[in-house]
């Protein structure tokens, strides 16, 4: 009977420490996940799309002035009033 097993040789036993396992032993090694804004299903943090509902997932759109001070928001109204400014005193 012919051994199949011809390339296995005594000594060629995988080594843990050369190939580690890729499980999440830890709960800190855990992907991260949220939940989808459209539908609420949880995804992976760092999704395109999610997989539920197929929806683009974008972070942080959901609204312009969130996150921003009020200092940046009035500096900005106030270059958008200079520029209008500036471009109705210089028309004719």
């Known amino acids: 009977m012919t051994n ?3 390339f296995e040789q005594s000594g060629d036993e995988l080594d843990d420490h050369e190939y580690p396992d890729d499980d999440y032993d830890n709960d800190d090694d855990q992907p991260d ?3 989808c804004p459209e539908c609420g299903a949880e ?6 799309r999610c997989p539920a509902c197929g929806q683009y997932v974008t972070p ?7 996150g921003r001070s009020l200092w940046w928001i009035l500096l900005g109204l106030a270059g958008i009033a200079a520029v209008v400014w500036v471009l109705l ?3 004719p």
């Open 43 to 48: 995804i992976y943090e760092d999704a395109v």
């Open 33 to 35: 996940t949220v939940a």
């Open 89 to 91: 005193a210089a028309m």
């Open 60 to 66: 942080g759109a959901g609204s312009l002035w969130a």
């Open 4 to 6: 199949h097993r011809w």
